[in-house]
């Protein structure tokens, strides 16, 4: 059954620092997305990404984000100079339609 | 008053229990009901979705919608220990963004 992959399965990295996470989407889907989830709080949306571009995206998503699709089979999240409060998972998802949304294992980022 | 709420427990039942599972949602522009499951440390499994009103099954699963009183419920029968694991409602407005509810942890005991 396909699936979506990310790597790494964790990363640590030092406040201030840039990081890209990376995904590889189901290989027929069209929609991409990434959420992020703090220890013990919720799944929160990100971004969403259709047509090689930001579809929509919350107010975290703010500059020191950004996604890029560099070829047709991965989907980047970058980070430009970490936070403490960036420590969380991430996950990445993909949907060939709006609302059935596949979840990958998703990346431990750890801020220092 | 927040978008999506739901009782993060835990909820331990004796294995062969039904389960409910619950959510509320304010906002009645949204139109797509989903039930997620997240083993510790992973990511969220889509387990079911639906878009109207009423009762949606899938093997020991059935999902409900009420419009009227905003309110998901997710049903389990004959559980088992494997079913441990928190259960995530997701709600969207027909757009691409999911709005999560805070999962409710589950406990089968053999």
């Known amino acids: 059954e396909p699936e979506v992959t990310q790597t790494p399965s964790h990363q640590v990295t030092q406040m201030g620092q840039e990081v890209i996470l990376r995904c590889v989407p189901i290989?027929?889907?069209?929609?991409f997305y990434w959420y992020r989830q703090i220890l013990g709080q919720k799944v929160e949306f990100l971004v969403s990404?259709?047509?090689?571009?930001?579809?929509?995206k919350s107010e975290i998503f703010d500059d020191q984000f950004s996604v890029e699709r560099p070829d047709g089979s991965n989907f980047t999240l970058k980070i430009r100079s970490t936070k403490l409060e960036d420590s969380a998972m991430y996950f990445c998802a993909s949907s060939e339609t709006i609302y059935e949304q596949y979840f990958g294992p998703g990346t431990r980022l750890t801020v220092t | 008053q927040k978008e999506v709420e739901q009782d993060p427990g835990p909820l331990s039942v004796p294995e062969g229990a039904i389960v409910s599972l619950n959510c509320t949602y304010s906002n009645s522009a949204f139109q797509y009901f989903m039930w997620y499951r997240q083993y510790s440390r992973k990511g969220p499994e889509l387990l079911m979705y639906t878009y109207s009103s009423g009762n949606k099954e899938d093997g020991r699963f059935t999902a409900q919608v009420d419009k009227s009183s905003k309110y998901i419920s997710l049903f389990i029968r004959d559980s088992q220990p494997s079913d441990s694991a928190t259960y995530l409602c997701a709600i969207s407005g027909g757009y691409q963004k999911v709005t999560f509810g805070i999962g409710t942890k589950l406990q089968v005991i053999p």
């Open positions: 990404f259709y047509n090689n571009e930001i579809s929509e």
């Open positions: 290989s027929n889907h069209l929609y």
